[in-house]
């Protein structure tokens, strides 16, 4: 089955520390993976994809296919980025998303 | 990018009523989507509505619990029919735009709780 997975609900760092939010997936062939973010009272919106290898608000994901994962990384936390976090795939079968289950990250001062 | 607008923004039901809400768009779009994000779940997608066809549903949404309209290429309603409390929970709908294939845009979403 296809299959997002993200193992933590809840990541709190403080400002300048390292972020990781991790995602694994299940998919059979070569995915295409996106990272979606919903900041408070906005709504849900495209952080990023893997085909298109970019860095978008410091935030980078590189994906891995030996460990099937995906995971959200920024060498720098920022309070503006504490927001809901959502892996997310295509699948192959129907062309829909399919999501995680997000991750709240808080970014304390 | 897209401009998606819903309504209503949030509503209290009582079970057994209809709530019906609607999706603008402010561009013509070929898809649109219907998802559900259950309290502390995930995204759930509802069902595909194509102008012009039936509404294609995932697997465990069936059409006259979850009945949907796509009368032109900018507007959707999805309805949620004899509901009961475990139908409360954020209802959202995006449209599939972009110069890449499976970029979506979401609306704002309608929070609805049912009594």
């Known amino acids: 089955a296809q299959r997002v997975t993200q193992p933590e609900k809840l990541l709190s760092v403080f400002k300048g520390a390292p972020v990781e939010l991790k995602c694994n997936y299940s998919?059979?062939?070569?995915?295409?993976l996106f990272w979606y973010v919903q900041y408070s009272r906005q709504r849900l919106q495209l952080l990023l994809r893997h085909i298109s290898r970019e860095s978008i608000k410091g935030f980078t994901a590189d994906l891995n296919k030996g460990e099937t994962s995906f995971h959200l990384k920024k060498p720098f936390a920022q309070e503006e980025d504490s927001a809901m976090y959502y892996c997310?795939?295509?699948?192959?079968?129907?062309?829909?998303?399919?999501f995680g289950q997000g991750t709240t990250l808080q970014v304390k001062p | 990018s897209a401009v998606i607008s819903q309504k209503p923004s949030r509503d209290i039901c009582q079970r057994g009523t209809s709530l019906t809400i609607q999706c603008q768009v402010d561009?013509?779009?070929?898809?649109m989507f219907w998802y559900r994000q259950q309290p502390g779940q995930s995204l759930t997608l509802i069902a595909t509505?194509?102008?012009?066809?039936?509404?294609?549903?995932e697997s465990g949404f069936v059409i006259d619990k979850f009945p949907i309209s796509r009368p032109n290429l900018t507007f959707s309603t999805l309805t949620v029919s004899n509901m009961s409390p475990e139908d409360s929970s954020i209802y959202l709908c995006?449209?599939?735009?972009?110069?890449?294939?499976?970029?979506?845009?979401f609306g704002p979403g309608t929070r609805l709780t049912v009594t």
């Open positions: 995006s449209v599939e735009r972009g110069t890449e294939a499976y970029e979506q845009y």
């Open positions: 561009s013509q779009v070929t898809m």
């Open positions: 997310a795939l295509i699948s192959s079968n129907t062309g829909k998303l399919i």
């Open positions: 998919y059979s062939g070569s995915p295409e």
């Open positions: 509505a194509n102008q012009g066809s039936e509404a294609t549903y």
